[in-house]
């Protein structure tokens, strides 16, 4: 008699199918689910997995984190204020890591967060301690960093306190403070790591393990590859060709979305009678061209820098700061042109736009180019979506653009918000409930390494929005538990233009799913983050069991 591969039973599955909310049973056959519950009648398998009554659900959909630069900071000194408390504790740490490194390379530090710290890190601290390294420390947002003089050396500035760029290199008294942002930032990160193709792979590795203990089944890598210059936010100018290497070689098992960063996109010349100035990645490939383990997504672009930072594009300014309302990283009418050349060659955007400033320059680059080329069900996406007010949220859904507001960034950073933007303005940051309860789908995401990578502490941030003090940014965008979890399941599969194979336990679908040890419906709101994964499953192959580690 024929039989399928695997029947998982005695779950407790939340399917996200609204026709059939839980299952018991689960069979797979090719990596896909043939049948659930009483369609199993009769059928063998080959193999049974007892989950021993369990919580399942489709396994977890991150479609914005930084998977290469997450593997790559695996490998850096850890700054996380949950690691490092005190800006002493920072200079102790560098001073080592600078004591045990070969002489001359790079030593790289990760996830500081100067409100924890009391203070930013000092260009002139770093240089007393860094014993002739390089030294570059990142901040939390990935959209600053603090550099050391022989790292200004490495990047061509001799004279750091000569740099005349304001909003890209801070200054206090004339002298350079180390302190670089955005596009400079950028550049000595991709600078700091030029590594071998033997280490990028062993990154990509350590990020692939890593996230399997979340549950994390499939994810979008959102920036991919630099320009030829290594200017960029991805890796180096190889990465979609490191990606592939990896899965070839049994490193990574999970589902990845590339998104190229805009810097690895150039000119193509005429690629048809009417289409003179083509503009992409060579050949025409775009997105959607892959297979199922691995494609391409969007094109990510990145408009403006993070609330933390001070660097968010806003229509009014920080409180404390009247003449600052952030960076804008475009000219917007080059922008607009840009956006509208790409929509037409069949490419979904995703924009990193957090300031309210920003969002409407994108909304207008998007709705630009849908009447200059109209396409259907296109789902470009707002990245992060950091500030909007309920005109914005209105326009977002009439645009039928994916909002990605991040639940991961409520705890960590939510009492910076309220300082830095009065609690007014805090209330209407990363809207959930008000895109929700208007019939939008969001879907979960993290921005790790910028965020905790746990899908849970996400889900509970957009569950509770409570910070760290315990201050709730808005209750009305609160969303509930099952929101919460259908966001992070059939959500990003529909941000990813995958719905019609992931996202949801029912035939036909990746046997993708995360295995919890408690049902985090049994637990109360703020105690979500204790949740963690008992196994993690792709294609009906247990790819992570919490008792073999």
């Known amino acids: 008699m024929f039989a399928i591969d695997t029947i998982f039973e005695n779950g407790r599955f939340q399917t996200m199918d609204t026709g059939r909310p839980y299952v018991s049973k689960v069979g797979v056959y090719d990596g896909r689910i043939i049948a659930v519950d009483d369609e199993l009648e009769g059928m063998q398998a080959r193999h049974h997995v007892d989950l021993q009554g369990r919580y399942a659900c489709p396994g977890f959909n991150d479609v914005h984190l930084h998977f290469s630069l997450l593997g790559a900071n695996l490998n850096q000194v850890d700054l996380r204020k949950q690691t490092t408390s005190t800006i002493a504790e920072l200079y102790r740490k560098i001073q080592e890591a600078c004591a045990q490194a070969p002489e001359g390379e790079w030593v790289l530090g990760w996830g500081f967060d100067q409100f924890s710290l009391g203070a930013f890190p000092d260009r002139a601290r770093l240089d007393e301690i860094s014993a002739g390294h390089p030294v570059l420390v990142l901040h939390l947002s990935n959209h600053a960093a603090v550099i050391n003089t022989e790292a200004f050396r490495r990047g061509g500035y001799e004279h750091p306190d000569d740099i005349d760029q304001p909003d890209l290199v801070i200054k206090e008294q004339g002298k350079a403070t180390g302190l670089v942002k955005d596009k400079m930032c950028f550049m000595f990160n991709g600078l700091a790591n030029r590594v071998s193709e033997r280490t990028l792979l062993h990154q990509l590795e350590l990020a692939a393990q890593y996230t399997l203990s979340y549950g994390i089944t499939s994810f979008s890598d959102a920036g991919t590859g630099t320009d030829r210059n290594w200017e960029g936010i991805g890796q180096t100018p190889y990465d979609i060709g490191l990606f592939q290497a ?223 003090s315990g201050y709730v940014l808005g209750t009305n965008e609160q969303l509930s538990l099952d929101e919460a979890l259908r966001a992070y399941t059939f959500g990003s599969a529909y941000a990813s233009h995958k719905e019609a194979v992931l996202g949801t336990i029912e035939r036909g679908k990746y046997a993708d799913i995360a295995v919890l040890d408690t049902d985090p419906h049994d637990v109360p709101p703020e105690a979500l983050h204790e949740v963690t994964v008992a196994q993690t499953i792709i294609g009906g192959e247990v790819r992570y069991d919490h008792n073999s580690h």
Request: aromatic letters at 8%; charged letters at 20%.
């Open 246 to 468: 990896a899965y070839e070689r049994g490193m990574i098992h999970q589902r990845g979305t590339l998104m190229p960063y805009f810097s690895a996109l150039h000119d193509l010349g005429q690629l048809a009678g009417d289409i003179s100035d083509g503009f992409g990645l060579d050949l025409g490939i775009r997105t959607g061209f892959g297979g199922d383990l691995l494609d391409i997504g969007p094109f990510k672009i990145i408009l403006d820098g993070a609330f933390s930072s001070l660097s968010a594009y806003l229509n009014e300014p920080y409180l404390g700061s009247a003449n600052n309302c952030g960076v804008f990283s475009w000219d917007p009418e080059d922008f607009i042109r840009q956006v509208a050349k790409l929509h037409r060659q069949g490419w979904r955007m995703a924009v990193h736009a957090i300031g309210d400033r920003a969002i409407n320059i994108a909304l207008d680059a998007i709705e630009n180019a849908q009447r200059l080329y109209p396409r259907r069900d296109v789902r470009h996406r707002l990245e992060h979506c950091g500030l909007a007010d309920d005109a914005t949220v209105e326009r977002v859904i009439r645009d039928g653009v994916i909002p990605n507001p991040q639940g991961s960034f409520m705890y960590n950073n939510g009492d910076a918000y309220v300082r830095l933007l009065g609690e007014e303005r805090a209330g209407r940051t990363y809207r959930m409930g008000s895109f929700v309860h208007r019939g939008a789908i969001i879907p979960g995401s993290t921005d790790a390494p910028c965020a905790p990578l746990a899908p849970m502490i996400s889900i509970e941030g957009m569950v509770t929005r409570a910070t760290e």
